[in-house]
């Protein structure tokens, strides 16, 4: 049986957007709930969030929505899901999302997906947690990301056993098995913060 029972995705919430990363979105979200796996993400029903949120939805899976008061109150918040936490502040939104998942998933997404991966990946680095990351580098999309994180690695500024803190894949059928494989190795590592 797999630890993965949630998994938290970070993704972009414009809808002006190449195709093929909605399709990621709904077919990421279609494994989701086909295989019992429930959504933890930013609570909003715009762009590729409102797509995973869907698909997982239609599926029949489970949805937590966290939201800042601020992001529902301007008409993104997504109300038909299965638990919405509204929050006070983008700090207790992302803290939320970390406690209620098993492990994580970035989907292309804007300034805001970034910040979010690279928080997560710093309490990685940091043994706050030993969730598994995974970089879902669709159509190419992540590329110049990781050649940004190999530099800084080439460069001395972050220590070569820290690349393998999150893993790219490259079709959205690797992410879940992906996901468990990590979990397991990584079950030996235990943190009581998150």
Not at 7 to 33: F, I, N, P, R, T
Not at 137 to 155: F, K, M, S, T
Request: glycine share 10%.
């Amino acid at each position: 049986m797999s630890d993965v029972k949630s998994v938290c995705v970070y993704c972009g919430s414009s809808s002006a957007v190449s195709q093929s990363y909605k399709d990621a979105g709904e077919a990421l979200g279609a494994e989701l709930a086909a295989n019992g796996v429930e959504l933890v993400y930013g609570g909003g029903q715009v762009g590729i969030m409102g797509i995973v949120a869907d698909a997982v939805l239609a599926g029949s899976g489970r949805v937590v929505g966290v939201i800042p008061e601020f992001l529902h109150d301007a008409e993104v918040g997504k109300d038909d899901v299965t638990e919405l936490i509204r929050v006070e502040s983008m700090h207790v939104r992302k803290q939320i999302m970390a406690e209620r998942s098993d492990g994580f998933v970035v989907l292309p997404g804007g300034f805001g997906t970034l910040e979010e991966f690279f928080e997560i990946l710093t309490w990685r680095q940091l043994k706050l947690h030993n969730k598994p990351i995974i970089v879902a580098d669709i159509d190419g999309y992540w590329r110049p990301l990781v050649q940004a994180i190999d530099h800084i690695v080439d460069e001395g500024f972050a220590r070569p056993e820290n690349r393998a803190l999150f893993e790219v894949v490259t079709e959205i059928e690797q992410v879940l098995p992906s996901l468990i494989r990590l979990s397991s190795a990584d079950k030996s590592v235990e943190s009581d913060l998150i």
